[in-house]
């Protein structure tokens, strides 16, 4: 709604300036000033109702008390009644156990309903409050949530609820009490469906990887969780926030250091036990540099010391390649959000350890883990690892931190939206949606299996026509003497002639089905129309007649083999052209081809759905209006989409100048042939610019039949009518 | 007028004035940052706690962890608590316990440990060990069931490397009997590790134990190949049913609610859902009111025909948790919709179900059918691929189930290995994928086409280089007595020797010399042209005739040119294969093809070297393919296949061709290629030729039958396609074409050279014909 107050704003200025004008000119300069007042002050009403109105109703789902920080200094009290008794955390709750899906199953959006409760600060009898002040980064999860599209302001609609006690860190609470303290929320339920965010669980002296409060069945959120306090599909193991990382992430944005050292152990105060097998590494490898805090200033998180040397924090992380990540008292340590976000690819030595979002992130491609038993070997392990790892590791590193890591707010998102994926699992996010930097596409998993359909599918001939009645006729002929070939679909792309009736079409041994066109575009040809039945699809013009039916057979069965790739008769190629520092067209006899034209090509139909709608630029639009080039555009498709190169089928054909076709150019003259060319030659630097590269790829061979010009009797050959004219 | 005006002046004024007062505090909410007194906010971890300043022990983690190996309970194991890593330095191998003759054992077991027994894990030194397996059949500890074996626990104990379980792997497919169908084997497993069908979440140890699927008896023991499933099953258009489901139901009991609710989403168009009460003995003492009429529907349609015509076809809950219909389901290239809450579905540790089933709620049964119209057509053709995909390179055989699990233990012993989520989850999988090759995907021949497209402009230096120009390993056999003479001036491999140099792409040549004759000194060897280095290695088992393949260290480009000394090829041939090789860099490239058949009256697999219209094989003797498969030929490939090789002398060129062809499902490439025969006329083609010796032929189809029955199918496939320069034979002038010594006669006066002239098209494998004495 806001965006149309800008529109509506310009709306009344003009009209209210053209009414300016009118009163100026005619009254004196007193009037005129009186008139400037009056139209200000419309202005300003009108100004006001209009953001009245979208306030208004934004008003009511978000409640006061939540959005106003300030309000967090005198927050209304609410004292714990001593006689409720919580129930204890049950350790065997699973999403089936212990959810109850029906508060979530009314909604059809996908989306899961999370309520908010109001913020009060619960006191004990003696008005003590029973937690500590609420905490910046508590309150930033409130504020996430709240702004996030699972909000809800309705308790009745919502199927997630989050306590706004502040239980980040177990020892800023009293457990017992907020034990009590949430029994006595409104909705408790005995926990069901209430997410409890925690980071820091257990406190001295036996840091439990569990938060030691009486949650009773609800989820809980956890920076240190270990894999037997875990509840798989239940829990959700978060990140130790560290604000140190994010200013790593900006030191790294700003200068790129050389990595000086291959190992940095940064913690302070890791235990004795695995101080002394770093610290004998470190003496014999010059590249291991092991700090720990300063003895002068051991609070200060920003600096670090080896010895007598001093080192900023978390600055020196930027010069390691690896960082080490080893347990401390608690199993989660701020130091993997910390090195992430330096691009130090963090080596996790912590048994047990559940790792950040486990349940959808693979860390194997990021970080480096191994048993507390193995820390000794690190170095020999460390060293092995090949620089295209480390870069590659590096990248995942750096993406999951930006995406997940980086603020609370993206931190409680994630974590919803895992809560999300289990509540909808039909629409959750894939591996790859939540693991693959690169975006993948529907073409990887058309193509995930290695093999093309089967022979007895066959394929579909699409003829694009127009008019030449004589020519499709003889093309249909043609083609439909191909054994494989299971149907013919007509475009016919002329709105101004009906098809003629079926008796004067020519008897053919194969179903043909006519499709009509609204508009005379050439990407109709490509349009992914449903009588479209087989995988393969052979796009013909009307009038390549010359192809024989050994020629198609054996086409098709080149494309069954290279199911991802444009298959298909006449071939073209691009050269550089170094003077005009531009790329060319060339349709000459080269040795090389980078694209098959689809006057006479077998594809995937997949293809079809991206040349429609997932075409980049404006290069469909383009090609429509332009009456040109819609087969480059296609080759210049699959190209970026698969990273090869089309397949040329036999030899060379006289083909009757299948780029004519397109521009329905019938007499051929040769000014004209040459004008074809050269926008032909734009085509291909106008689509390069718009997809910022040359996607094509270029080869020097063609696929032939086997026994293709071997000295043998025709008898012995399969396909003999290859390159025949 | 002007009192009118004052007094509109006014009214706006006054109006302006209480919108305001009234509203005026809303529009605060457009700047709340602005002017406010912002209470300061702690940090939820204070320095102190940053620096873990305090930090505190109660155990020193040493002591802590030395306690919790001592101690932990069964259902508290963990790798780093249970298993004993020092076991597993010396490599990972398995050992299998001795099975005992009197003991049953159902025929699911043995296939299994047969597969382990023939497997490369395998081991018959308990020492050197990492993993046992038992020979006691655990598979079903129903105690109600024929395959139940007793006294199980005693038998256990008094096994000599059972040591309380530890690095162990128990199979197990039922656990538990009738009412309450528990998962308890009956048995203390101690600190075994438990593969098991059937498993929930809050009885799975996760990074420890191992969720299996159910499989029939009659479940393939090896092979298992995705084409006829594929070829049937995946038509592009829609199937006639959306969803559906055909099976028992209990009436009551453990887990019969959901399926005796199924009947509501039945709507006999397209969604079927059909029960039937009968099981057991006494099921009609049971009865419920619905029966008859569940069962007249129930016989209306066929189980196969029902997988097989359905899109979504449902795996619900039996009494136990997984059922065999999650394998039918897989294996009719149908989508499974899992209704089974709390089951840890099968290797979910590493294989990413999301992509390819769908997860329903047994809670929201009725929601099912909503869920799966939800879906859109491009959804469900990738749902289709991607399960399909599974089902062929973890579930179609016993062995890859097992070597899936299996692999699943090594990863986690070497938890620092690479092989993540996306090698699993894509073709050709993690089975085939060696972790200690390189340590990136990217460096694996499948993965190189995208990622060379991908960072094509980016990357520089030696990775360029290796992938750029290859490596010419040339085996040199020959016999002593023989009358070639090594390093005279002329002779089949100097000649050879001349041409490879000649290549731009050449990056080193190396002669393995398997010759019986002593390597001929440094001296003697030619200098090559442009200083490429030619190193001689002479192998340790000069009779072994798979050494051609040990991949050497010597092998640092990503391309191998394999060629026999006496291949008469020339520089445009070698270039152009390893330009067709680049775009295809999982598959074998080469000259000299050889195609398989059917022989029906034999009942066998025939073996030809006849000219063809296709071919499936294409032979090392003149073949380019990715180093890669050099590893996988000496590390991967199973004892029995490398002994049929040693034994036979012979075939190692057909075995590399299956083990390609097996590990990409794709068909070799041939390339063109001048012909070397002196008369073209027919009879070379169809008649024997002198050197066309029955035995040879005869031992080399015995290979291809042994290798079919190892494998476990017929990998091979064949193709039509043969690769030629864009120009090949063109009515063009000869100088536009970049390869032209492939089609000229003139260079082929060179095989005079030949001292043994080929008669035919080739001649590479037949030598090896000649019993070696």
Same mark, same amino acid.
């Given at each position: 709604m806001r965006g149309n107050c800008p529109k509506l704003f310009t709306v009344f200025t003009e009209n209210s300036s053209s009414f300016a004008n009118r009163t100026s000119i005619t009254l004196n300069f007193r009037h005129f000033f009186l008139g400037f007042a009056y139209i200000l002050l419309f202005i300003c009403l009108a100004l006001s109702i209009i953001l009245w109105i979208p306030l208004h109703t934004h008003q009511?789902?978000?409640?006061s008390v939540l959005f106003d920080r300030a309000s967090l200094d005198h927050l209304p009290e609410l004292v714990v009644l001593n006689n409720s008794l919580p129930l204890p955390t049950?350790?065997?709750?699973t999403y089936y156990t212990c959810f109850d899906v029906y508060k979530c199953?009314?909604?059809?959006?996908?989306k899961i309903g999370v309520y908010v409760y109001p913020v009060v600060e619960f006191v004990d009898k003696d008005k003590v409050?029973?937690?500590?002040k609420i905490t910046l980064e508590f309150y930033n999860i409130l504020k996430a949530i709240t702004k996030?599209?699972?909000?809800?302001?309705d308790p009745n609609e919502a199927c997630l609820f989050i306590p706004t006690?502040?239980?980040?860190?177990?020892?800023?609470?009293r457990p017992k009490d907020v034990g009590k303290a949430l029994t006595?929320?409104?909705?408790w339920n005995d926990g069901r469906n209430h997410l409890i965010f925690n980071i820091l669980p257990g *406190? =001295?002296?036996?840091?439990?990887?569990?938060?030691?409060?009486?949650? &009773?069945y609800a989820m809980m959120t956890s920076g240190g969780f270990s894999s037997l306090t875990y509840r798989s599909g239940f829990d959700v193991s978060v990140p130790i926030y560290s604000p140190l990382a994010g200013e790593a992430a900006e030191l790294r944005k700003q200068n790129f250091q050389d990595?000086?050292?291959?190992?940095?152990? *940064?913690?302070?105060?890791?235990h004795e036990d695995f101080r002394e097998v770093i610290s004998e590494m470190a003496a014999e490898h010059p590249k291991f540099l092991v700090l720990n805090s300063?003895?002068?200033?051991?609070?200060?998180?920003r600096l670090r010391c080896r010895d007598e040397e001093i080192y900023n924090f978390p600055d020196i992380?930027?010069?390691?390649t690896f960082c080490l990540v080893v347990r401390g008292a608690?199993? &989660?340590?701020?130091a993997l959000s910390e090195s992430l976000a330096a691009g130090c690819i963090p080596v996790v030595v912590s048994d047990s350890y559940v790792l950040p979002y486990a349940e959808v992130i693979d860390w194997k491609s990021a970080v480096l883990q191994l048993y507390e038993d193995d820390l000794s070997k690190i170095m020999d392990l460390l060293q092995c690892v090949s620089s295209d790892r480390i870069s590659e590791m590096r990248r995942k590193g750096n993406w999951i931190y930006t995406r997940y890591f980086s603020s609370m707010e993206r931190i409680a998102l994630t974590t919803l939206r895992i809560v999300n994926d289990r509540v909808f699992p039909h629409i959750g996010r894939s591996y790859s949606d939540w693991n693959d930097p690169d975006e993948r596409h529907l073409a990887c998993n058309t193509f995930a299996l290695p093999i093309g359909p089967p022979r007895s599918q066959g394929f579909t001939a699409v003829v694009l026509t127009y008019d030449r009645l004589e020519s499709l006729f003889h093309v249909l002929e043609r083609i439909s003497?191909?054994?494989?070939?299971a149907k013919i679909v007509i475009?016919?792309?002329?709105?101004?002639r009906d098809p003629?009736?079926?008796?004067?079409w020519p008897r053919l041994p194969k179903p043909l089905q006519i499709v009509r066109t609204k508009r005379n575009q050439l990407s109709n040809r490509f349009y992914p129309f449903?009588?479209?039945?087989?995988?393969a699809i052979l796009a013909m013009d009307d009038?390549?007649? =010359?192809?024989t039916t050994d020629e198609l057979e054996f086409g098709f069965e080149v494309w069954r083999q290279f199911p991802d790739r444009i298959v298909g008769f006449p071939s073209r190629t691009h050269v550089w052209d170094g003077p005009n520092n531009r790329w060319k067209y060339e349709s000459e006899w080269?040795?090389?081809?980078s694209m098959v034209l689809t006057g006479a090509a077998f594809y995937h139909r997949v293809y079809n759905y991206y040349y429609s *709608?997932? =075409?980049?630029?404006d290069i469909k639009s383009w090609v429509d209006d332009h009456m040109n080039c819609e087969d480059i555009a296609m080759n210049f498709l699959v190209a970026n989409l698969t990273g090869k190169a089309p397949i040329k089928v036999a030899p060379r054909k006289k083909f009757k100048?299948?780029?004519?076709v397109n521009a329905d150019l019938?007499?051929?003259d040769l000014s004209d042939m040459t004008a074809h060319m050269a926008e032909r030659s734009e085509c291909i630097n106008r689509f390069a610019h718009i997809y910022g590269r040359l996607p094509l790829r270029s080869v020097e061979f063609r696929a032939d039949p086997v026994l293709f010009k071997d000295n043998l009797p025709d008898a012995f050959k399969r396909f003999n009518e290859i390159g025949s004219l | 007028m002007q009192a009118k005006q004052r007094y509109i002046l006014l009214f706006l004024s006054c109006a302006f004035l209480a919108l305001c007062y009234?509203?005026?505090? @809303?529009?605060k909410g457009l700047f709340p940052d602005r002017g406010r007194h912002w209470p300061s906010l702690d940090c939820y971890m204070d320095s102190e706690e940053l620096m873990e300043h #305090?930090?505190? +022990?109660?155990?020193?983690p040493k002591q802590r962890q030395e306690e919790a190996k001592a101690n932990t309970v069964r259902e508290q194991c963990r790798m780093e608590t249970c298993f004993d890593f020092s076991k597993c330095v010396s490599g990972f191998k398995v050992y299998i316990h001795?099975?005992?003759?009197?003991v049953a054992m159902s025929s699911t077991y043995r296939k299994i440990l047969n597969v382990i027994t023939e497997s490369?894990?395998?081991?018959?030194d308990a020492s050197q060990a990492c993993l046992f397996i038992l020979g006691?059949?655990?598979?079903? @500890?129903? %105690?109600?069931?024929?395959?139940y074996v007793r006294g199980m626990q005693s038998k256990l104990n008094s096994l000599p490397h059972w040591n309380g379980g530890q690095n162990h792997i128990i199979f197990n497919f039922y656990s538990g009997?009738? !009412?309450?169908?528990?998962?308890?084997?009956?048995?203390?497993?101690?600190?075994a590790i438990l593969a098991k069908a059937s498993i929930s979440v809050q009885n799975y140890r996760p990074s420890f134990d191992i969720s299996l699927p159910l499989v029939h008896?009659?479940?393939?023991?090896r092979g298992g190949d995705i084409l006829p499933v594929y070829a049937e099953n995946i038509p592009a258009a829609s199937k006639s049913y959306l969803l559906a489901f055909k099976g028992k139901r209990y009436?009551?009991?453990?887990?019969s609610e959901t399926r005796n609710s199924?009947?509501?989403?039945?709507?006999?168009?397209d969604v079927i859902m059909v029960t039937t009460?009968?099981?057991?003995? %006494?099921?009609k003492e049971l009865k419920d009111e619905r029966c008859e009429e569940d069962n007249a529907e129930y016989d209306r349609y066929d189980y196969e025909v029902l997988l097989h015509n359905s899109t979504f076809c449902l795996v619900p809950r039996g009494? @136990?948790?997984?059922?065999?219909r999650f394998i039918e389901v897989l294996q009719a290239g149908c989508i499974p919709v899992l209704l089974s809450n709390n089951w840890v579905i099968p290797f979910s540790e590493i294989i990413d179900w999301k992509t390819s089933a769908i997860w329903a709620d047994e809670r929201l049964l009725l929601q099912v059918p909503d869920i799966v119209r939800s879906i859109e057509a491009e959804r469900v053709m990738a749902l289709r691929q991607q399960s399909q995909l599974l089902w062929h390179m973890y579930f179609s055989s016993i062995d890859r189930i097992i070597f899936t699990t299996l692999e699943i233990v090594l990863q986690r012993i070497q938890q620092?290995?690479?092989?993540d989520g996306r090698v699993w989850n894509s073709?050709?999988?993690?089975?085939?994928?060696? !972790?200690?090759?390189?340590?990136? !995907?990217? #460096?694996?021949p499948w993965n190189q086409q995208s990622s060379a497209s991908a960072a094509a402009l980016v990357t520089g230096g030696q990775k360029d280089k290796n992938a750029s120009q290859f490596t010419a390993v040339i085996y040199s056999q020959h016999q002593t007595g023989? !009358?070639?003479?090594? /390093?005279?001036?002329?002779g089949p491999l100097l000649h050879l020797l001349r041409v490879v140099s000649r290549?731009?792409?050449?990056a080193r040549i190396v002669v393995? +010399? /398997?010759?019986? /004759?002593p390597k001929p000194p440094p001296s003697r060897w030619p200098s090559l042209t442009r200083g490429i280095p030619l190193h001689i290695v002479v192998p340790?088992?000069?009779?072994?005739?798979?050494? #051609?393949?040990r991949p050497l260290?010597?092998?640092?480009?990503?391309?191998v040119f394999s060629l026999d000394e006496d291949a008469t090829l020339t520089t445009d041939e070698i270039d152009f294969a390893f330009h067709v090789w680049r775009h295809f860099p999982e598959r074998i490239v080469g000259f000299p093809a050889r195609t398989h058949y059917w022989d029906d009256t034999k009942g066998q697999w025939g073996y030809t070297s006849k000219?063809?219209?296709?071919?499936?094989m294409v032979l090392t003797g003149a073949a380019i393919y990715h180093r890669y498969y050099h590893m996988l030929y000496t590390d991967w490939l199973g004892p029995l296949l490398h002994k049929t090789v040693d034994q036979s002398r012979n075939c190692e060129d057909i075995l590399i061709n299956f083990l390609v062809s097996h590990v990409t499902r794709q068909p070799p490439i041939k390339v063109s290629q001048r012909k070397q025969y002196k008369?073209?006329?027919?009879s070379t083609v169809t008649s024997r030729s002198p050197w066309n010796d029955p035995d040879h032929f005869l031992q080399r189809q015995t290979c291809l039958n042994t290798f079919v029955a190892l494998f476990g199918y017929m990998p091979l496939i064949r193709s039509a396609v043969r690769f030629d320069p864009v120009l090949f034979k063109d009515p063009v002038s000869n100088l536009r074409k970049k390869y032209r010594q492939m089609e000229s006669r003139k260079y082929a006066t060179q095989k005079k050279i030949l001292p043994s002239d080929p008669v035919s098209c080739w001649v590479g494998e037949e030598r090896k014909g000649v019993p070696i004495r």
């Open positions: 009511t789902q978000v409640p049950q350790k065997n709750c199953s009314h909604t059809h959006s996908g409050p029973i937690t500590r996030s599209v699972y909000f809800t302001s006690i502040d239980l980040l860190n177990q020892n800023r609470i006595s929320l409104p909705y *406190s =001295m002296p036996e840091y439990y990887p569990f938060l030691e409060v009486d949650i &009773g990595r000086k050292w291959l190992v940095i152990s *940064s913690q302070p105060n890791i300063c003895a002068s200033s051991p609070l200060d998180p992380l930027l010069n390691a608690r199993l &989660g340590q701020p003497k191909a054994p494989s070939l475009v016919w792309n002329n709105q101004f003629p009736p079926i008796s004067s449903p009588e479209i039945e087989t995988e009038d390549i007649i =010359m192809l080269t040795n090389n081809v *709608s997932a =075409m980049p630029g100048c299948p780029e004519c019938l007499s051929v | 009234f509203g005026g505090y @809303r529009l #305090r930090s505190f +022990w109660s155990l020193p001795p099975v005992e003759e009197m490369r894990y395998h081991t018959t006691l059949d655990t598979l079903d @500890r129903d %105690s109600l069931s024929s395959d009997t009738w !009412p309450d169908y528990t998962e308890d084997l009956g048995m203390d497993i101690g600190r008896k009659e479940h393939l023991e009436v009551y009991g453990i887990g199924l009947y509501h989403l039945h709507n006999s168009r009460c009968k099981h057991g003995k %006494s099921w009494r @136990r948790l997984g059922s065999f620092h290995l690479w092989r073709f050709p999988g993690g089975l085939v994928t060696l !972790p200690y090759y390189a340590d990136t !995907p990217s #460096r694996l023989s !009358p070639f003479v090594p /390093a005279t001036s002329s290549s731009q792409h050449v393995v +010399w /398997a010759s019986d /004759a340790q088992q000069k009779q072994n005739i798979g050494e #051609r393949f260290d010597l092998i640092e480009t990503d391309a000219w063809t219209n296709e071919y499936s008369n073209s006329n027919l």
